[in-house]
């Protein structure tokens, strides 16, 4: 799943090197805590919070296959 996460964010940035994922395993759930540049923040983000959407409607397609939930964080630096 981070794999995934990381390759799609990085194509929406500007700076992908500065894209990084830290996996959290709880009891329930894994929290994928993403963090970018500040400027590449509304990128990630999208109009209204639609790319954000879209890469947890796949985030939560994927981990069917897995039987894990998964919960995507995006933090500010």
Same mark, same amino acid.
């Given at each position: /799943? !981070? #794999?995934? *996460?990381?390759? *799609? &964010?990085?194509?929406? &940035?500007? !700076?992908?090197?500065? &894209?990084? *994922?830290?996996?959290?395993?709880?009891?329930?759930?894994?929290?994928?805590?993403?963090?970018?540049?500040?400027?590449?923040?509304?990128? &990630?983000?999208?109009?209204?919070?639609?790319?954000?959407?879209?890469?947890?409607?796949? /985030?939560?397609?994927?981990?069917?296959?897995?039987?894990?939930?998964?919960?995507?964080?995006? *933090? #500010?630096?």
């Amino acid at each position: /799943m !981070k #794999e995934l *996460i990381t390759a *799609i &964010v990085r194509s929406l &940035v500007d !700076k992908p090197e500065e &894209v990084q *994922i830290k996996e959290v395993i709880g009891e329930h759930a894994h929290v994928l805590e993403l963090r970018v540049a500040k400027e590449d923040l509304g990128k &990630v983000i999208g109009k209204g919070g639609a790319h954000a959407s879209a890469i947890r409607t796949l /985030m939560a397609a994927t981990s069917g296959k897995e039987k894990k939930r998964y919960i995507l964080e995006i *933090i #500010e630096y």
